[in-house]
């Protein structure tokens, strides 16, 4: 049985393989992307601005804009000629002794070198008395100096520079900038297509009814894809699969002709009617199976490489809920950011604090151990977290009731009330 560090690293580096040689970055398709729908998109080429931001010299403030070799210590006099306002700038020329008034992102005329602040002028006493159609004078009531309060025209982004780089993920901030630079479409790589599957006979489609106390309604699909919504990943769904081996190779077959990556909830156990360990067998191979960690411990890493132009990577997940949330968490999400292209600091990161344990909770040495807890944070900023009594992996209300995970070493065993302990929050809370 494998660690869990163990096994994430043994997926990194298939992960590593897979993207540098079964299914190489340059290689792959790339999708014409509205700059709009481009969030949490992939870049597949960088992008180079073709002017200067800002594209002239603009005013920090609201003030006025003072030509050349001008007087700018304490209570010089500047004659006013003109006026610069965003999206009208003043075209004319300035000598020195004069100036125009100028407010915040308009232009600086180029006989200029400095924008002194209204509030270092005696504007305010005479502002009711200026009669804009024709020049006046304004003191200045403090020194100004060269260069102050403008924005150099480039100092931002300079024509020609690369903004943002291939493997980037593309974020609020991302789109903003694009925009500044008038891009409206972008290239990124086509999502990878992920395919879904849930066994056995007691499962029911939610929609659908409940015909016997012996079934269960499928919850582990919906979960999954709405842990899965936020990736470059087109999703698809191959439904209910029964406890049949015939059916359960009809359907990894076929998933695997579509498919870039499989995944399923279930079977994955010894049990008489466990099937898909058998079938990755036959269409592919299992990497690794078993993980010393709790819930969670009958996850299936494998691939499906049977008549395929690559290979299929498959990630068996077991039937309980919570089990499948904690192997998503750990195993399958970070492997499918690593898959889609996008670089390493832009994966999402899993956080996690240090907070004080607030009750007694028992654990037995052997496996690392995910406990449902609810993290609070105090006045001071520290971290207290209490963990849920009872945490068997069936627990689907205490999964919802948590805010995080509670962290514990596969040697630990029980931990006291007031000691310290590694906590994961939910990534859905920090979104």
Known sequence: MITMEALQAAIKL???????????????????CELLASRNQIL???????????????????????????????????????????GSAYTGDLTAGQGVRIFTGAVVPNSCDTVIMQENTNFAAIRDSIDKSKPYTVTLSQTAQIDSNIRKQGEEIESGET????GKRLNAADI???????????????????????????????????????????????????MLADLPMTIRDYGIIPDNLEQTTAAVHKAMQDCDVLISTAGVSVGDYDFLTTVIEQLGQINHYK??????????????NKDTAKPVLYFGLPGNPLSTVV?????????????????????????????????????SAGRKDFQRGVLTQNDAGSYQVECFSGQQSHRIKQLSRANCFVVLDKDSGNVASGDSVIVQPFPWLHA
């Open 14 to 32: 298939r992960v590593d393989t897979y993207n540098n040689n079964d299914f190489p970055l340059p290689t792959r398709v790339l999708n014409t």
């Open 163 to 166: 903004v943002l780089k291939v």
């Open 291 to 304: 993980v010393a960690m709790k819930p969670g411990k009958p996850f299936v890493f494998g691939e499906l």
């Open 176 to 226: 903003s900038l694009l925009a500044n630079l008038g891009i409206s479409q972008v290239k990124v790589f086509q999502p990878l297509i992920v395919g879904l599957l849930a066994t056995g006979d007691e499962l029911v489609a939610i929609g659908n009814e409940l015909t016997s106390l012996a079934q269960i309604y499928n919850s582990n699909t919906p979960t999954l894809k709405t």
């Open 44 to 86: 597949a080429q960088d992008i180079t601005a073709t002017f200067d931001i800002p594209r002239q010299n603009l005013s920090a403030m609201d003030g006025y804009a003072i030509a050349h070799g001008s007087d700018i210590s304490d209570t010089s006099i500047i004659q006013i000629i003109g006026e610069s306002q965003a």
């Open 327 to 363: 192997g998503a968490l750990q195993f399958v999400i970070p492997a499918l950011w690593q898959m889609s292209g996008a670089d390493l600091a832009e994966r999402p990161m899993q956080l996690s604090v240090k907070a004080t344990l607030t009750n007694d909770i028992r654990k």
